[in-house]
């Protein structure tokens, strides 16, 4: 006979914290948490001090860059076609219907304490993954890894915005597109400057 144990309160609040705020936003009532938890409200002071920390915790375990990197290592070692599997995984994510859109730039912008504690995570997450798109890029032999990554990364916050705004518009299709060119030689621009078609770029 095969037995479950069932996770402590710590995890069923964590886990019930991801699926309300997906669901519902990080302003979902204390009292829904504690009830999809089936925990007391003592405990949630125990483990997180609070709904501040709760959130915060959260959105740091949340494991959200493992998933980008899972997604790189199943495309190889090409770093080009490891950024592009990015967005050919944000188009099967965002087509779901269950999709809400990005926890965490929803998190930023629904929390009007800057000293909320869930701040520094997303920050932190988005950081990270700056960090992962710049070693690609580095690997990829693109002119400025650190600007390059930040102009993939804007594709990726974008896509993820827009899938919400515009159910069925595909954009993350259209933002590998983009991606291409970022990738490809002399198509990316520099801060201050612009591209040439199909040459270097230019500074102003």
């Known amino acids: 006979m095969t037995t479950t144990t069932r996770p402590g309160p710590r995890e069923r609040l964590l886990e019930a914290a991801r699926e309300l705020t997906y669901t519902h936003g990080v302003h979902v009532g204390v009292d829904a948490i504690l009830s999809r938890a089936d925990v007391a409200r003592r405990s949630l002071y125990q483990h997180f001090g609070g709904k501040d920390g709760l959130i915060a915790e959260m959105l740091r375990t949340q494991a959200t860059t493992d998933r980008y990197r899972e997604t790189m290592d199943a495309a190889g070692d090409d770093p080009r076609e490891r950024v592009l599997a990015v967005f050919d995984e944000l188009e099967r994510v965002t087509t779901r219907p269950a999709f809400r859109g990005c926890r965490y730039t929803a ?3 629904a929390l009007s304490d800057p000293d909320h504690p869930a701040h520094a995570e997303v920050r932190a997450h988005k950081g990270e ?3 992962i798109f710049a070693a ?3 690997r990829h ?3 400025d890894p650190e600007f390059g990554a930040d ?3 804007v594709l990726v916050d974008g896509v993820l915005a827009h899938a ?3 159910p069925g ?3 993350a299709l259209a933002a590998r597109a983009m991606a291409e060119t970022i990738l490809g030689p ?3 621009t520099e801060p201050g400057g612009t591209a040439k078609p199909g040459g270097a770029p230019e500074r102003g």
């Open 129 to 131: 993954l700056h960090r």
């Open 186 to 188: 002399g198509g990316t």
């Open 107 to 109: 998190a930023e912008l």
């Open 136 to 138: 690609e890029l580095t």
């Open 169 to 171: 518009a595909h954009p």
């Open 141 to 143: 032999g693109h002119p």
């Open 164 to 166: 919400v705004t515009r």
């Open 151 to 153: 102009q993939i990364l």
